[in-house]
């Protein structure tokens, strides 16, 4: 055989075994999509937090294997879009908050108010078994997973010209609040009079004087710049608003054990980034306020307790008939436990 011969046939055998291995190759490259619909600004964004903490962690533990592309400031659409886009298997992953609860009513439960007193009780309680099982049921019921919790954070009340120091305060104000009914019910129930409005719309109905009031946790007070037209705020934390990570199960399914784990673990470390970042966010936006001339109060522990008593029984008694009573009664043993002492 000549040498021209040989070269063919090594020159097509080579061909030949890389058509055979190709294929393989390029299964253990994956893209995963990462959307959504907050700033981009790690300054001020939590969610943009968590998707850069992830998306590095990733890449750093799985040698480049999985490229997490980062869409935000809604570039795939709103919240409802992007977990629509999730659940179909359009966008491989989504960070969202309030929306999930239409597409698992069950995610309610966390709105319970003066549920959790302290941000180490809502880990303690998230992180934990409840949390856990909550997870489970998300998927048992949508077809997505949750990978972690990150947070919202506790929702406060802030007013333009009455103070709030206890539900008495409250009554017959105009207060601006989500279109939801857990939030209406609650708003009712401490006596004032929830105002549904488009965020956009907030501060201009605040100015104007449409509204007297509106809730929101501190870090969307300075986003928004609230405090020019409101000069008080009560950190009453009447709610604690938790974000979820959620993947698509295809996605989820199509990754081998060892890149599983990197997902995993990455997406613990990003939401507990995300949670890191917003109480320091919060933290910083108390001090704004006070820069702001707002007066920031802190309810006592007795106020709190009546803020409890007016508010969380006719919130539970609602959602007693839109989801499972036993799994209220799940995470209020579950609170319980991690905050003994209450």
């Not at 934390?237 to 054990?257: A, E, I, Q």
Request: net charge neutral; glycine share 6%; proline share 6%.
């Amino acid at each position: 055989m000549n040498h021209s011969k040989r070269f063919l046939l090594a020159a097509t055998a080579f061909a030949a075994l890389c058509c055979a291995v190709s294929p393989a190759l390029a299964q253990n490259k994956f893209v995963l999509k990462l959307a959504h619909s907050d700033s981009v600004d790690l300054s001020t964004s939590r969610k943009a937090v968590m998707a850069d903490t992830f998306a590095k962690e990733v890449k750093a533990k799985s040698n480049g294997r999985i490229d997490v592309q980062i869409f935000g400031a809604g570039a795939l659409g709103g919240e409802r879009e992007l977990v629509e886009g999730v659940k179909n298997g359009f966008i491989q992953a989504g960070l969202a908050s309030g929306v999930v609860a239409n597409f698992y009513p069950s995610a309610m439960v966390t709105d319970i108010p003066y549920l959790f007193p302290s941000n180490d009780v809502a880990d303690q309680v998230m992180d934990g078994p409840f949390g856990q099982k909550l997870s489970e049921n998300f998927t048992a019921a949508t077809g997505m997973h949750n990978l972690c919790f990150g947070e919202v954070g506790f929702r406060h009340f802030s007013t333009g010209k009455t103070p709030v120091h206890s539900p008495k305060d409250l009554n017959g104000l105009k207060i601006r609040v989500q279109e939801t009914p857990v939030y209406v019910t609650e708003m009712k129930a401490l006596g004032a009079i929830p105002t549904p409005i488009a965020f956009p719309e907030t501060y201009t109905a605040l100015q104007t004087g449409v509204v007297d009031g509106q809730e929101n946790p501190v870090p969307t007070v300075i986003f928004a710049k609230l405090y020019e037209v409101q000069k008080h705020v009560t950190l009453d934390g009447h709610n604690y608003g938790v974000d979820w990570f959620v993947m698509s199960d295809k996605f989820y399914k199509s990754l081998p054990p060892d890149l599983l784990k990197v997902v995993n673990d990455a997406a613990k470390v990003a939401c507990a980034a995300e949670r890191k970042a917003n109480r320091e966010f919060t933290a910083n936006g108390n001090k704004i306020l006070v820069e702001k001339g707002v007066t920031v109060y802190t309810p006592t522990a007795a106020e709190i307790d009546q803020f409890r008593a007016a508010a969380q029984p006719p919130v539970v008694e609602f959602l007693k008939t839109k989801i499972d009573p036993k799994l209220i009664d799940s995470i209020q043993a579950a609170v319980k436990e991690a905050n003994p002492k209450k």
